[in-house]
């Protein structure tokens, strides 16, 4: 009688798997074509709402949005990019919720300079998914990257040593008076 439950329980209530309705999902194009336009819709009405191109006329960014998800879904870029991306995101994320545990075991989560650390991981997270993502529909920066990665990183690091000077250091209350250490003030 157990085995009977359990077998149910991982068979389903109508016979089938899991994974069959997921694979009668990607055939029947819900994979494909209506999450990307339900994601394309959804990001570009929220933009046009926000915006208030329109004042608060909905319907007008309720069309354009459509128009827009629809068009977007004319060629096989937008699904294949799609296809490519989320699945790297998936992992992107896991690793960052992996660095935040396990960062969160041992440090205070509320040091400034961690959490613009976790941002910079983040971001190098974000820029490998979509070079990765780029590269496999045919996007060209991924050979331009490995051709001048050196340059990239000096950039990267001379943008962080310009930061660190002009936002870094003790931030003092008062007003500061020129020449006040030399005693004119």
Not at 107 to 133: D, E, R
Request: glycine share 14%; net charge neutral.
């Amino acid at each position: 009688m157990i085995k009977g439950l359990i077998s149910m329980a991982f068979a389903g209530f109508g016979g089938g798997s899991v994974g069959e309705i997921l694979s009668d999902w990607e055939r029947a194009g819900v994979f494909s074509y209506v999450l990307p336009f339900l994601i394309l819709f959804a990001l570009i009405f929220v933009i046009l709402s926000q915006m208030k191109l329109f004042k608060d006329n909905r319907a007008v960014n309720a069309i354009i949005a459509l128009a827009v998800a629809i068009m977007a879904l004319q060629f096989e870029f937008v699904p294949r990019f799609f296809s490519e991306v989320f699945p790297r995101l998936g992992v992107g994320l896991a690793i960052i919720l992996v660095i935040l545990i396990l960062i969160g075991m041992f440090m205070n989560p509320t040091n400034s300079g961690l959490m613009w650390t976790l941002l910079g991981i983040g971001g190098i997270v974000a820029i490998v998914v979509l070079i990765s993502s780029g590269d496999a529909v045919g996007g060209s920066i991924g050979p331009w990257f490995e051709n001048h990665w050196g340059l990239v990183i000096g950039i990267l690091i001379f943008v962080i040593f310009v930061g660190a000077i002009m936002f870094g250091g003790p931030k003092d209350k008062r007003e500061s008076k020129p020449y006040s250490s030399l005693g004119f003030g």
